[in-house]
């Protein structure tokens, strides 16, 4: 019993604790992703910021030279919508605490776009496709196989495989 106390103390001392990143910008006016870009364009004017932070934290937008803040809420959510974006490139930051991201924003008239850049109007063609039914099919089939392999061994029903022949 000791010697698991003692291990676990100095597990517990060894190992040191890492937070994970939580500020994020999740959604920029119509155009939702988990991915990050350094330049967004954006039809209209004054997109809302959406995006996630720390509990309760309050998350500072920089948009050109207005400043503006959000707070997150129980679950980090965090929402933004200015005022003062009309046609033109601006540097936008978000920040909250420590963390901090940073981009450009086209606010766009017409159809003016940049090359590699994330439109609210054509995102969901831009947006790459993840996962799919034939590789998850594929990899559960291959754990549930290995599975029954390791059971059928485990109960002796595959052990005389490998089990030497006998001589007589």
């Known amino acids: 019993m000791l010697r698991l106390l ?4 100095c597990l517990y001392v060894s ?15 119509g155009v939702t992703t988990s991915q990050s870009f350094s330049y967004w364009t954006h039809q209209g004017t004054n997109p809302t910021f959406v995006g996630t932070a720390a509990t309760s934290s309050t998350v500072q937008l920089t948009l050109g030279s207005v400043t503006g803040t959000a707070s997150a809420g129980l679950d980090g959510m965090w929402s933004y919508t ?3 974006l009309f046609s033109g490139e601006y540097p936008i ?8 991201k940073s981009f450009t924003l086209l606010i766009a008239s017409g159809s003016a776009t940049k090359s590699g850049t994330s439109s609210s109007q054509s995102a969901s063609t831009q947006l790459p496709v993840s996962g799919g039914l034939t590789t998850t099919l594929t990899l559960l089939l291959l754990g549930c196989g290995s599975i029954i392999t390791a059971l059928l061994w485990q109960f002796g029903v595959l052990s005389h495989l490998c089990a030497p022949e006998d001589e007589e």
């Open 82 to 84: 200015p005022t003062t």
């Open 15 to 29: 190992v040191p604790i890492v937070f994970a990143a939580t500020l994020q910008v999740t959604k920029i006016g």
């Open 93 to 100: 930051t978000v920040s909250s605490g420590q963390e901090s």
């Open 6 to 9: 003692t291990f676990l103390v």
